[in-house]
Each structure stands twice: as structure tokens, then as C-alpha cells.
Nanobody, 122 residues
Framework: QVQLVESGGGLVQAGGSLRLSCTAS????????MGWFRQAPGKERELVAA????????NYVGAVKGRFTISRDNTKNTMYLQMDNLRPEDTAVYYC???????????????WGRGTQVTVSS
């Protein structure tokens, strides 16, 4: 079992920045593909950014390309999401996810964090 705990969410004005962190504990001897999902009220959970086991490959949904940066430090069992130039439409609960295989579709994810709220005011 792997436990994932997110931190770093909060309230920020449009144009501002936040950095989310996700720390893994438990059976972290096996590395996982990891990613950040978000879910806004009334909407489906969507994959925002993903990073491979070694961090060498990253992918982003089009809406955040150029504004968000995903990274990981396997020595600290921690993944990050740097979010810059935030927009009101980025408001959502952000979830950390880990998977032995793919992160998409959502049902393929092996482990989830509980989520952290990000609110961007206009």
C-alpha cells in the first residue's frame, strides 16, 4: 500500500502562483508513474499533468501548458506541481495520483490522495 498526502493548496488571486506537494509513504520501494488530477464542482476529474517514474517524461493537458510544471524528487518520495499565472478556471480540488501503469483512464490509477483545494479569485 502507498499513502499519498497533498499540501500547498489555498486561495490566490488571478495571476498568482501556488506550489502543490505530494508526499508518498508506505511501499515506495517501487516507483510509480505519478500525476495531478483536478475536479471542479459538477465536472469530471481530469488529468492535469503526469510524470514518469524517473521524471524524464512529462505531459500536460492543453489548458495548463506553459503555466504549470510537474516535477518529482524520488529521494524525498515527493512530487510537485508549480502553478503560475493562475486563472479562476483553475479552481478545483487537486488530487495526487500514483499508478504502476498508465494514469489514464482514471480507473487505472492505483492510489489517490485525499485532495487539496485550490481557489483562484478574479
Amino acid at each position: 500500500q502507498v499513502q499519498l498526502v497533498e499540501s500547498g493548496g489555498g486561495l490566490v488571486q488571478a495571476g498568482g502562483s501556488l506550489r502543490l506537494s505530494c508526499t508518498a509513504s508506505g511501499r515506495t520501494d517501487s516507483t510509480y508513474n505519478m500525476g495531478w488530477f483536478r475536479q471542479a464542482p459538477g465536472k469530471e476529474r481530469e488529468l492535469v499533468a503526469a510524470i514518469s517514474r524517473t521524471g524524464g517524461i512529462t505531459n500536460y493537458v492543453g489548458a495548463v501548458k506553459g503555466r504549470f510544471t510537474i516535477s518529482r524528487d524520488n529521494t524525498k518520495n515527493t512530487m510537485y506541481l508549480q502553478m503560475d499565472n493562475l486563472r479562476p478556471e483553475d479552481t478545483a480540488v487537486y488530487y495526487c495520483a500514483a499508478s504502476v501503469g498508465a494514469l489514464y483512464p482514471t480507473r487505472a490509477v492505483n492510489y489517490w490522495g485525499r485532495g487539496t483545494q485550490v481557489t483562484v479569485s478574479s
